[in-house]
């Protein structure tokens, strides 16, 4: 969610993680990224993308949940995603 230009997922890639996908909301950088890292990168709201349950390893939120209206509904969302024991990493700047 929030992928970016996708230096997370190439470093992802390059640390052996086969499979990384992405989320932008930027379509003219989902698609650069896309083909950057070539994988899938969903140009929509996370929401509405459809994403499998109990599925994804690691998820991981860089950025974006100060960016964020209705922050515990998409955390409900991203723990329905997470495998059984996956991890959520996340990083937003600090208030000044």
């Known amino acids: ?15 052996g993680w086969t499979k990384v996908e992405g989320v932008e909301v930027i379509p003219q950088i989902a698609n650069y990224t896309q083909q950057l890292t070539q994988s899938p990168i ?11 349950d109990n ?8 950025d974006v949940i100060e960016h964020l209206s209705d922050i515990p509904t998409v955390l409900n969302r991203v723990f329905q ?10 990083w937003t700047p600090p208030m000044l």
């Open 55 to 62: 599925f994804y390893s690691v998820i991981t939120l860089w």
């Open 1 to 15: 969610m929030g992928c970016g230009t996708g230096q997370f997922l190439c470093f992802a890639q390059k640390q």
């Open 81 to 90: 995603l997470l495998k059984p024991g996956g991890v959520v990493i996340l």
């Open 42 to 52: 969903y140009a929509e709201d996370f929401l509405q993308v459809q994403f499998p």
